[in-house]
């Protein structure tokens, strides 16, 4: 129990300035934004807060192995507990991470509806289905997406610290090289229509089984790992 | 406790660090653990301490498997040279840890050693020298209490005055409360005295596995004419040979305890530090 | 490197000391000729011009001498010479530490040259 307690102490201490930081920029971002379209009334302004705590969650998670691992390890941890409190981590990361945005919308759309300012809008994964559904419903959804892009981050810190630059990239190659040829072959109009079918409720629960199924096999990618990564 | 390593392989792509190693090692006891570099030192501890898998055969402590095994690590506590503890993180943080990582950490000797090596809690790992980062990873391995403590070029950076507080507070805590310490080093000089065993791991093998002052005993250097050296060499393995002013040198490793010498050759025991450099400049074909 | 210097006499001390023994010993015959400096350096590992006080000291007091461009050489007379040498510091050097231990143990005169009567 106290391994797990010192696990996810260790990993709170390694992210919390990366959490500061980023909520920081993030907060004047979007309040820029909010005194532009003030300033500005003709100019259309969208907000884009989840999609940059998608992105920094992504590039975060995917130095997470070469952060932790060794430091756990060595102090103790097996490798199972260590997915496990690396998992817990991030789960509570996008916990985190989404009560933020969700203060944030509810600033935003508070001084939208008390400037008036029109010109702004304050996009969230909730218009996908319903605009008038609740921030709470927002928040779950935030969530779980955060949740899911930092699982996919963490298998991508696995397969570059198990198969070093050379397997990493080649992974990444492969994935880009499927994402184009999903153009020509038009993969991503039934997804987006697909995607688009659902209702918040789906989403959530799709999200979360992604999540779960990449931490899966990034249990099994690291059963056996070694603190000496492949790079070396 | 016991540590029992059988036909213990390591293997990186083509190179085989390790080779089929078997030894025992009981403790408590200070152990030294030597061999120049690439020897399989870091390789041997980093298994020990359930880092990295074996290619073949096992480790086990008191007869448990080391590797993946997280309630027996929670008695070894492994020391590194470097990146030990998390950057962004203050010293009093990093108690704190140790204290959740370690059932046996003592906090009061912790608080203590802290004065000792005059190191301040709320500094962070990442603004301080490579000597104090150093000190700080002595004071966790002496205060975790673990019955294992491991400590792996423990003094990067840390100046003859650090380095002698630790052999004394090594010393100190090891007559308090005996345990299982393994030591390191390439400053044989300065550490060999601590060992009661020594170990000294050459090309992915155990070349030397005795107590210290079997060692002292058993491995000598004479001096004297050739025909009256190879007479007493007899069937004895040899480190090393040279001469100088017609004068025949040869470093000696003896199975038991050596028989008299004759009088006329002069006969000294060799230092530890001077036995690894012999050993680094000989290829083990000549040895074995 | 195959021996090592000791830390309490000065080092060109021990140099002139390794080679008196060398040739009391008769591993350096007269006219031999010796290692050179360098050589003296990278065995004992010290700087060269410590090994050359040592030599120096030597070739002062005739025990070797120096050809030019050829190297040093061990004297005709340098084992008479140092024979000579030893014995007359053998008394301060070997008896006086035995007879004040000798007194210290309350042996007495008679029980110690009985003593070195036996061993020979």
Not at chain 1, 6 to 22: A, E, H, N, P, W
Not at chain 1, 62 to 74: F, N, V, Y
Not at chain 2, 132 to 147: D, F
Request: proline letters at 3%.
């Amino acid at each position: 129990m106290n391994q797990i307690k010192g696990g996810l102490y260790t990993l709170f201490l390694s992210y919390k300035r990366d959490f500061y930081i980023f909520t920081a920029i993030n907060t004047m971002f979007l309040f820029l934004s909010l005194i532009m379209g003030m300033l500005f009334p003709d100019i259309t302004i969208m907000t884009i807060g989840i999609v940059m705590v998608l992105i920094f969650t992504f590039i975060i998670s995917m130095k997470l192995l070469d952060r932790s691992l060794a430091i756990l390890l060595r102090y103790g941890l097996n490798r199972s507990r260590y997915i496990a409190v690396t998992g817990g981590f991030m789960l509570l990361w996008s916990l985190a991470n989404a009560a933020v945005l969700f203060i944030i919308n509810a600033l935003l759309l508070f001084f939208t509806k008390q400037f008036d300012v029109t010109s702004v809008t304050v996009p969230r994964l909730t218009m996908l289905y319903d605009n008038s559904l609740s921030l709470v419903v927002n928040y779950v959804m935030d969530a779980s997406a955060i949740f899911m892009l930092a699982m996919a981050g963490m298998l991508t810190s696995v397969i570059f610290y198990r198969f070093g630059s050379i397997g990493g990239y080649s992974f990444f190659g492969v994935i880009l090289a499927l994402l184009f040829i999903g153009v020509p072959l038009k993969w991503y109009g039934p997804l987006v229509d697909g995607l688009l079918s659902w209702n918040a409720a789906l989403f959530v629960v799709a999200m979360l089984a992604i999540a779960v199924a990449v931490l899966a096999i990034v249990w099994l990618l690291t059963r056996r790992v070694s603190t000496v990564s492949a790079n070396v | 406790m016991n540590i029992k390593v059988s036909q213990l392989t390591k293997q990186y792509r083509n190179r085989k660090v390790l080779d089929e190693v078997s030894f025992n090692l009981q403790g408590p006891a200070i152990i030294g653990f030597l061999g120049h570099n690439g020897a399989g030192k870091t390789s041997f501890l980093n298994m020990l301490a359930g880092l990295v898998a074996p290619s073949s055969g096992t480790i086990e402590v008191e007869g448990e498997p080391v590797f993946n095994n997280g309630e027996l690590m929670k008695q070894v506590c492994f020391i590194a040279e470097t990146g030990n503890f998390p950057l962004h993180v203050s010293i009093g943080q990093v108690l704190t840890l140790n204290k959740l990582f370690f059932p046996n950490w003592n906090e009061e000797l912790a608080e203590e050693l802290l004065e000792q090596f005059s190191l301040r809690k709320k500094d962070k790992i990442k603004n301080m020298s490579k000597g104090m980062v150093s000190a700080l990873g002595i004071i966790t391995g002496l205060a975790s209490g673990a019955p294992i403590t491991i400590f792996d070029e423990p003094y990067i950076g840390m100046d003859a005055s650090g380095r002698q507080l630790f052999y004394e507070l090594l010393v100190e805590q090891h007559a308090l409360e005996p345990r299982t310490f393994i030591l390191s080093t390439h400053l044989i000089d300065e550490a060999s005295n601590l060992f009661e065993d020594v170990l000294i791991m050459h090309e992915g093998k155990v070349l030397v596995h005795q107590p210290y002052e079997d060692i002292q005993t058993n491995i000598v250097k004479a001096k004297g004419r050739q025909e009256e050296l190879e007479a007493y060499i007899g069937s004895s393995k040899v480190i090393h040979r040279s001469k100088f002013m017609n004068e025949h040198t040869a470093v000696i490793m003896h199975e038991n305890v050596p028989a008299a010498a004759p009088a006329s050759l002069k006969l000294e025991s060799i230092k530890l530090q001077e036995l690894m450099v012999l050993l680094s400049k000989n290829k083990r074909r000549e040895i074995g | 490197m195959n021996i090592i210097l000791e830390g309490d006499k000065p080092i060109f001390q021990q140099i002139k000391e390794q080679i008196e023994d060398a040739i009391i010993d008769g591993f350096l015959m007269a006219e031999e000729r010796i290692p050179s400096i360098n050589e003296f350096a990278k065995e004992y590992q010290i700087n060269p011009a410590t090994a050359n006080k040592g030599v120096n000291e030597l070739v002062d007091r005739g025990i070797i001498y120096k050809k030019r461009g050829v190297g040093m050489f061990v004297s005709s007379d340098a084992r008479k010479i140092l024979i000579e040498e030893r014995k007359q510091s053998f008394e301060s050097s070997y008896l006086n530490p035995l007879i004040s231990e000798a007194e210290r143990l309350g042996i007495t005169l008679e029980e110690l040259i009985d003593m070195i009567g036996r061993k020979k």
